[in-house]
């Protein structure tokens, strides 16, 4: 089965300053994708960045990319210029590139606060 | 605009009674899903059902029912059998196949609390 580790429970950063909020990821399929998602107090989930893993070009999203290393089977997310909105839970999360409606296998999640 | 309707915001359940989560999605979407979240847990899959009248167990089953008899419906029953249901309960749906526009849709959740 797969499995999505996120090792940082919370993370804080300056307002815009950058930060990195790790992921790894277990798997032994060639194809899949890879995802974060973003969670505000509001508790909506909102999709920050996704990236397919036959592509080698990392995904940029304005202030956000990702750092997708597949042989180490490692997907952070880089968030750049950090805004006081950007404060929320992070989630990364998994999902095989079948054509069966394959599910989202999701990590712990990163708590996310940015200091003014 | 298309989206995923959850209702109730919030809901209280009693000890014994079962309890029905709604979620109504207008995206045309085929698959949908059901997650539960607990702190420190992240997001588990209870059950998901990728056509009408098809679903299929997740990682956390046991407790709870669903059905799938509408393609924009996707019911979640909380029973008694669920020892320990307080939780935020979202559901999902997604396009049956990949494509570029490729991930959830996640809808508003379900505060859930056991009185």
């Known amino acids: 089965a797969q499995t999505v580790t996120q090792s940082q429970p919370e993370m804080s950063v300056q307002e815009a300053e950058t930060v990195t909020l790790s992921c790894t990821y277990d798997?032994?399929?060639?194809?899949?994708?890879l995802f974060w998602y973003k969670q505000p107090p509001s508790r909506q989930m909102i999709l920050v960045i996704r990236?397919?893993?036959?592509?080698?070009q990392n995904a940029t999203e304005n202030r956000f990319s990702v750092n997708f290393q597949k042989a180490a089977k490692s997907f952070s997310l880089k968030i750049s210029d950090s805004q006081l909105g950007d404060a929320a839970m992070y989630f990364c999360?998994?999902?095989?590139?079948?054509?069966?409606?394959?599910?989202?296998?999701f990590g712990e999640g990163t708590q996310l606060t940015v200091n003014p | 605009d298309g989206g995923i309707t959850q209702s109730p915001k919030y809901l209280f359940r009693k000890e014994g009674q079962n309890v029905t989560l709604s979620c109504e999605q207008n995206?045309?979407?085929?698959?949908m899903y059901w997650y539960r979240q607990d702190p420190g847990q992240g997001l588990r899959l209870i059950y998901y059902s990728q056509i009408v009248n098809d679903f299929q167990k997740g990682d956390i089953a046991e407790g709870y029912s669903v059905s799938r008899e509408k393609k924009e419906s996707f019911p979640l029953t909380v029973t008694s059998a669920q020892k320990n249901p307080t939780a935020f309960y979202l559901c999902a749906s997604s396009i049956y196949t990949p494509s570029p526009n490729y991930g959830y849709t996640f809808g508003s959740g379900t505060r859930l609390t056991v009185v």
């Open positions: 798997t032994s399929e060639s194809d899949y994708y």
């Open positions: 990236q397919e893993a036959y592509k080698q």
């Open positions: 995206l045309n979407h085929d698959a």
């Open positions: 999360a998994y999902r095989r590139g079948e054509t069966s409606g394959s599910r989202l296998t």
